[in-house]
């Protein structure tokens, strides 16, 4: 177990390091400006309400909320929450001490409200009724011992404590379905020209397949280690408020990192060919076909602590 820990913290401090000196334009999918203009369209009934707009007009009581941040890495996003004015305080907490330090580098400049600490969240080890909310973007996928960390979150967490999290419940270790691969392929081989579908190092994106579980575990052996089990669990300690279908099952698959920085998002072209992929998506969300991997979650604690 804690081989695998290492080799977690060891990747992403890894990341950070390289963070600086590679930084694309876009890092996924959801950076790309007409891909977050059609989900927030599509969430929020308008291009420009961002989630940041969202959470402020909706829960405003969270503005003097103390919040604990999981797998908050070098706390970008974070810092973004407190300049929009979304929470009170923010607590970080990462298994990569490199992220740490970056994340901690940059805390004075909000006067003591957020700061960062290097913790295994699979401890669930967060305190007890310490916060308002427990925020989680891009976390609950990377945790192996989720039955711990939500014992955990329930412990650290007030009465009426809420979770928040914008995360992906697809398949564990990208084991994609069958029709998602399908799906992905049809528009890849009849929509996509070559020279958007070429990699850094010259080769094609040209037949998604899924990964094999050694290449998962080779690469980061928390990626989306039980992530298929995230939902059921959620589920089972807290009340769902607020949802929505992000997307992502097939968007996440076409537009990937390899080549997402291919797409101009001021040409025409391009982003006609986003647009479809985005209508595709959500045609074959609404059918069933595909379910979204992606969700944003408001969600409030239990009364009742689960057997």
């Known amino acids: 177990m804690e081989s695998i820990r290492a080799a977690a913290a060891a990747h992403w401090n890894r990341w950070q390091k390289t ?9 996924d999918w959801g950076d790309h400006p007409t891909i977050a203009a059609r989900i927030q369209t599509e969430l929020f009934g308008s291009p420009t309400i961002t989630v940041f707009d969202y959470l402020k007009s909706a829960y405003p009581e969270f503005a003097t909320a103390s919040a604990l941040s999981l797998c908050a890495g070098d706390g970008s996003f974070e810092k973004l929450l407190l300049t929009h004015g979304i929470f009170g305080s923010i607590t970080g907490m990462d298994i990569a001490a490199e992220r740490v330090a970056a994340g901690n580098s940059a805390a004075d400049a909000f006067s003591g409200r957020l700061q960062f600490a290097v913790g ?3 401890s669930g080890e967060f305190g007890d009724a310490q916060y ?3 925020f989680a973007k891009a976390a609950l996928h990377h945790v192996e011992q989720l039955e711990k960390m939500f014992a955990g979150v329930r412990r650290c967490l007030k009465p009426g404590g809420k979770l928040v999290t914008i995360d992906f419940f697809g398949p564990t270790r990208f084991q994609w379905t069958d029709a998602q691969l399908v799906a992905v392929n049809h528009f890849i081989d009849n929509t996509i020209p070559d020279d958007l579908l070429r990699r850094a190092d010259g080769s094609l994106q040209k037949h998604i397949t899924r990964p094999t579980i050694a290449e998962m575990i080779a690469m980061d052996p928390s990626e989306a280690v039980r992530s298929s089990e995230v939902r059921s669990l959620l589920d089972k300690h807290f009340t769902v408020e607020k949802e929505f279908a992000v997307g992502g099952t097939l968007l996440n698959l076409i537009f990937g990192e390899a080549i997402i920085n291919n797409f101009d998002a001021e040409n025409p072209q391009h982003v006609q060919i986003i647009n479809a992929a985005f209508d595709y998506e959500r045609r074959l ?5 595909i379910d979204s991997d992606f969700r944003f979650i408001v969600a409030t604690l239990k009364d009742v602590t689960p057997d």
């Open 132 to 134: 308002d909310v427990v």
């Open 120 to 122: 295994d969240v699979n």
């Open 285 to 289: 969300m609404n059918e069933r076909v």
């Open 19 to 27: 963070r600086g000196t590679t930084q694309p334009q876009y890092i």
